[in-house]
């Protein structure tokens, strides 16, 4: 049995903690429901997940989700996938390897 609670002051941990706390809202909302999918996931998928039309969703929540999407990637975070090597995943987008 590992107890990854005591890692705490290891840097890889440390260094994570940073990086997560420092996420806007959105961003941590993002990488989040990223981790929920089994696979690559594409815009439309998380807007499904955050944004419901009967909730009065807009083109700028998309928009914003988006932004947030690319500033992830834009840190490493996550990272977009090559279409060529996905076989049944049409979503261009995956949660980054460690």
């Known amino acids: 049995s590992i107890n990854i609670a005591s890692w705490g002051q290891t840097a890889m ?10 996420l806007a809202p959105l961003q941590a ?11 690559p996931f594409a815009l ?5 997940s955050s944004c419901s039309r009967w909730a ?9 989700l ?10 490493g975070l996550i990272e977009i996938t090559n279409k060529d090597s ?7 987008v995956s949660p980054a390897s460690p």
Do not use: W
Not at 13 to 22: D, F, R
Not at 29 to 39: D, E, I, S, Y
């Open 56 to 64: 009065g969703a807009t083109h700028f929540d998309y928009l914003r």
């Open 29 to 39: 909302a993002v990488l989040k429901m990223g981790t929920c999918f089994t696979g």
């Open 86 to 92: 996905m076989e049944e995943c049409p979503s261009p």
């Open 66 to 75: 988006y932004r947030a999407t690319q500033d992830l990637v834009n840190r």
């Open 13 to 22: 941990v440390g260094n994570t903690i940073c990086e997560l706390e420092s």
């Open 44 to 48: 439309p998928d998380l807007a499904a």
